[in-house]
């Protein structure tokens, strides 16, 4: 069983900074694409970022040039670094992992699909 765990949400005033992290946990194999969504009240969960295992990046608009999503392969851990953040920012960020390959034992599985826990931001003065 694999489990991802979010941390490093929190309050902050508009224009601030936040690094959230994600790290998966269980004797992972490899992890595919790796991704950042989040809610907002009232509204739909919303894909922030995603990078794959190779390094490569692709943002939702609104995150384009203040966001930077990375990952440590060997930790099987992903970042977010938010800058300039807004009160429109404000809402429970998830990890996601689409695909994790981990072993139990000798047998190897892939879990499809694995979602943290979320960490709430709050952007406000």
């Known amino acids: 069983q694999v489990e991802l765990v979010e941390s490093g949400g929190g309050l902050v005033q508009p224009g601030g900074s936040l690094r959230l992290s994600c790290s998966a946990s269980?004797?992972?194999?490899?992890?595919?694409?790796m991704a950042w969504y989040r809610q907002a009240p009232g509204k739909q969960r919303e894909s922030v970022a995603v990078?794959?295992?190779?390094?490569?990046?692709n943002y939702a608009d609104s995150a384009k040039g203040r966001f930077t999503i990375s990952r440590d392969n060997w930790k099987n851990t992903v970042y977010l670094q938010m800058n300039s953040l807004k009160p429109e920012d404000t809402a429970v960020y998830y990890c996601?992992?689409?695909?994790?390959?981990?072993?139990?034992?000798?047998?190897?599985?892939?879990?499809?699909?694995?979602w943290g826990q979320g960490t709430p931001v709050t952007v406000s003065s």
């Open positions: 996601n992992a689409d695909e994790i390959e981990y072993y139990s034992g000798l047998i190897k599985h892939t879990e499809f699909g694995s």
């Open positions: 269980g004797n992972i194999f490899r992890i595919n694409n």
């Open positions: 990078i794959s295992r190779g390094g490569t990046t």
